[in-house]
């Protein structure tokens, strides 16, 4: 049965979807059954399956949540889970910005998405859900429906602010809808520990929040060879294997897994 993790922050530019793709990439080369959700309208994790166009996908996640709304059948499995280098995935497209209005409307519409993957638990091992860059009625529903979340945090991007907003969502969500909820642990993205000031706000970041949730070991660091990857639609291991980035994402995997 699967572990559902949602992998989240709602600060831009952290590193959620290349920790996506490259966690489930990571998990496969394990031998785990992997399958990804692209939620987030601006579709970027859809795009680094090497989907030119994810407003042409059809059906995809916006459809399966409007389905859900209504109160109407899903599609075939087949017809929205996706195949790409052994990792499945549902895509996503600009309609999801009019789901998230919708949601906005509906009454006690926060399971929407818990509905759709309950269904699919008993065919993967991990199931990771990609979220957008907000608090809203999204990633509501991503963390209603995650039994886990990892918070990734790049220390650059001024790491602390909005992260004490973030975990206030996270237990109003563990306590009025989700009681499963836990945080699995903040993962340090496009972290260069040769430079002064990673290392500063990385202490920053432990001092601060160490007692409060997990800090994994495992640090992703910035290379240029990620950018390169996602433009020719790859997981960084793929991509150049011994980037540095694509050696630490297969570690924190196993960190992972070892929980
Ligand atoms: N380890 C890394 N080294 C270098 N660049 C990276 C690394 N990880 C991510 N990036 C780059 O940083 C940018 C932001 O990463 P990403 O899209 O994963 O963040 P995000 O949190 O999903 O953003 P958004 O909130 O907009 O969805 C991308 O251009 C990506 O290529
Ligand atoms: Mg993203």
């Known amino acids: ?12 530019g952290v590193g959620k979807t290349t920790t996506t793709l ?11 059954r992997v399958l990804t959700v692209d939620f987030d309208s601006q579709a970027n994790l859809t795009s680094c399956y090497g989907i030119e166009n994810p407003n042409a ?6 459809h399966l949540m409007m389905a859900r709304m209504e109160e109407d059948e899903l599609p075939d499995k087949a017809a929205y889970i996706k195949t790409a280098n052994g990792v499945d995935f549902i895509p996503s497209s600009i309609s999801l910005s009019v789901v998230d209005a919708s949601l906005r409307l509906e009454m006690g519409s926060e399971m929407m998405l818990a509905g759709i993957l309950e269904g699919l638990r008993d065919d993967y091992d991990y199931i990771l859900i990609d979220t957008c860059p907000s608090l809203g009625s999204l990633t509501i529903n991503a963390l209603a429906a995650a039994d886990k979340v990892i918070i990734t945090v790049n220390p650059q991007l001024l790491a602390m602010m909005g992260l004490q907003d973030f975990m206030k969502t996270v237990r109003k969500i563990k306590k009025r809808i989700n009681t499963r909820l836990e945080v699995s642990g903040i ?3 496009m ?12 202490d920053q970041v432990y ?16 290379t240029v060879k990620v950018g390169e990857s996602i433009y020719y639609g790859m997981s960084i291991q793929q991509y150049s294997p011994k980037a540095t980035a694509g050696i630490a994402y297969r570690e924190f995997a196993k960190e992972l897994v070892a929980l």
Do not use: W
Request: hydrophobic share 40%; aromatic share 4%; net charge positive.
């Open 187 to 189: 993962l340090l993205t």
């Open 22 to 32: 490259n966690l489930a990439y990571s998990l496969h080369q394990l031998g785990k």
């Open 207 to 222: 001092d601060e929040y160490n007692k409060v949730v997990p800090i994994f070991n495992t640090t992703i660091p910035a």
């Open 1 to 12: 049965m699967a572990e559902i993790i949602a992998i989240a922050n709602q600060k831009g």
């Open 57 to 62: 996908i059809e059906p995809n996640i916006s």
């Open 191 to 202: 972290c260069d520990s040769r430079t002064n000031l990673c290392k500063v706000l990385k």
